[in-house]
């Protein structure tokens, strides 16, 4: 993030603008009904209304918990000048002397890291305000790192300085009663999933359960639960926010933190529900929970090629309903992979049901009528026979559903990221991608996916464009094009992009043939 100025631009799909000006203090405070929705608060004890200042943060807090929305204040002005900036900081500051450094730079991509000047893990509030500050006075980029995993390298800084909210800024705490979350900006989907589920609640997260809340949420956010209850940016009800403020006429800023949602601060609120995270350091969501069954049911299933074209016969037929939301709690990944063993491309499906395993397996029979049978329990499988079906699917906790691509989603390899999205994917589209893929996926690329999503996004649609600045409502389904290598090499960079970009060229040339545009910008959190 850029610490001269808060972005003020709107996205293409809005319709609302957002005003450049620093937001005014709200004039009533919000609180939350049983279902999770904002309305004007009454009496609620957590609630700061306009103009109270809350008790000094470095009396009020124990270092454990991070302030936020349920304890700070509307709007907190910063105290401190630049010139004294981080001589008052209470958190961790590491160099490059520091044992710990390299660690406070490493990041989920090799090829993300960056050799920052300084990582400062702020404690409270009053650090990530002195962060801010110095940066500003040291005229040094600043990036914020949540659960460090863009491949892009947006929360790392070369010569920089990284605030990571990941130590001080992570805790979860579940207001069952309201079904709300209060959630750190450093906090990962793991955290969520596991205090949430113990109340029976679940909120709308990421597909891999070490993806940092904060940048999934601020990108926009889809999910296993999308189809049910929309995107996690949409779900977002508060959330706490420090912005860099003006230059004053010595040149100093003064940042200030805010509490913004549809009633206090709703053009800040607007821009941060899918805007990206140009506006400021969000320290703490407000998220709404939605009521989860403790099991569901999901797994991989494994083709071999020859079984392609029936697969995606079977999974565009199947996607004629379930992808318009006929088929309630209802969604799959579908990737391409070079299977460790035989070293020959494969293809995997992920379906996940909302529900018991027996009729989870019922729902997607048809999954099970394709190629011959061969099951397994374990993880590893050897097959021969091209049309050998992999079952490996089961009822599992919840908690554990996000989990399941954690093996393939290891940090320490370079990773290209980049992704687009399609209307339609029958099986001509399917086998040509399936093609290029088994092409490129040689070594050292032999660790890359494409992953074809299969979550419905009706209720996405569904929402006017003007109530968030997510821009994507109106665009197909989502394919991610992930290029591994596991050591810098000259020119591999540019190579995974070069494989990406033919990856990508290929959906579109069948978008364009059926007079359709090309996605070239795709999915932001996919860049």
């Known amino acids: 993030m850029s610490v001269a100025t808060t972005a003020s631009r709107r996205t293409a799909s809005s319709r ?36 109270q200042r809350s008790p000094s943060v470095l009396s009020s807090h124990d270092g454990q918990n991070s302030p936020g929305i349920h304890t700070s204040i ?13 001589e008052s900081f209470f958190g961790q500051i590491v160099t490059a002397s520091h044992p710990d450094y390299l660690a406070s730079i490493s990041r989920w991509a090799t090829n993300a890291q960056r050799p920052a000047r300084l990582v400062v893990y702020p404690r409270f509030m009053t650090d990530v305000i002195a962060a801010i500050s110095y940066a500003h006075r040291n005229s040094i980029a600043l990036a914020v790192c949540g659960g460090g995993h863009s491949c892009a390298g947006t929360s790392s800084s070369d010569g920089g300085l990284v605030l990571d909210l990941s130590r001080h800024f992570s805790r979860v705490r579940i207001d069952a009663a309201n079904r709300i979350a209060f959630v750190g900006g450093g906090a990962v989907w793991r955290d969520v999933d596991e205090a949430a589920i113990q109340h029976g609640l679940a909120a709308v997260g990421g597909t891999v359960n070490h993806t940092g809340v904060g940048g ?18 949409d779900n977002v009800i508060a959330a706490t926010i420090v912005t860099p403020g003006a230059a ?20 800040l609120f607007f821009a941060i529900r899918g805007g990206g995270g140009n506006f400021g350091v969000v320290t703490e969501f407000a998220i709404k929970l939605h009521p989860q069954s403790r099991v569901v049911w999901s797994g991989t299933v494994i083709y071999a090629p020859g079984v392609l074209e029936d697969l995606f016969d079977a999974l565009e037929e199947w996607w004629s309903e379930a992808g318009m939301g006929r088929r309630l709690g209802e969604s799959a990944l579908v990737f391409f992979f070079i299977d460790p063993v035989s070293n020959e491309a494969r293809i995997g499906v992920r379906p996940f049901f909302n529900g018991s395993g027996l009729e989870g397996r019922d729902r997607f029979s048809f999954l099970f009528s394709i ?53 339609h994917f029958p099986p ?32 996405v649609r569904a929402q006017p464009s003007d109530l968030s600045a997510f821009p994507g409502r109106g665009k197909g389904d989502n394919i991610v094009f992930l290029i591994h290598w596991p050591r810098d090499r000259e020119g591999a960079l540019d190579t995974a992009r070069a494989h990406a970009t033919w990856l990508k060229e290929t959906v579109w040339s069948f978008e364009r043939a059926a007079g359709r545009d090309a996605d070239s910008d795709g999915y932001a959190n996919y860049r």
Request: charged share 15%; with cysteine; hydrophobic share 35%.
């Open 16 to 51: 609302r603008s957002i005003p450049s000006r620093t937001p005014s203090p709200s004039r009533q405070p919000i609180s939350s009904g049983a279902a999770g929705s904002p309305k004007q608060a009454t009496r609620n004890p957590r609630l700061i209304s306009e103009g």
């Open 74 to 86: 509307s709007h907190q002005d910063s105290s401190q000048s630049s010139s004294t900036a981080l």
């Open 216 to 233: 999934l949420t601020l990108g926009g956010g889809y999910g296993w639960l999308t189809g049910q209850h929309g995107l996690a940016c």
């Open 248 to 267: 004053n006429w010595k040149g100093d800023l003064h940042p200030s933190s805010w509490t913004v949602s549809a009633v206090s601060n709703p053009d």
């Open 371 to 423: 190629g011959k049978f061969f099951f397994v329990l374990a993880l590893g499988y050897h097959n021969e026979a091209l049309e050998y079906l992999v079952d490996q699917t089961q009822e599992l906790p919840y908690e554990k559903m996000n989990a399941q691509q954690n093996e393939q989603a290891q940090p320490g390899d370079n990773m290209y990221m980049t992704g687009t999205s399609r209307a």
């Open 428 to 459: 001509i589209v399917a086998r040509s991608l399936f093609s290029v893929f088994s092409d490129i996926a040689a070594p050292p690329y032999n660790a890359s996916a494409v992953i074809v999503e299969y979550l419905p996004l009706h209720l």
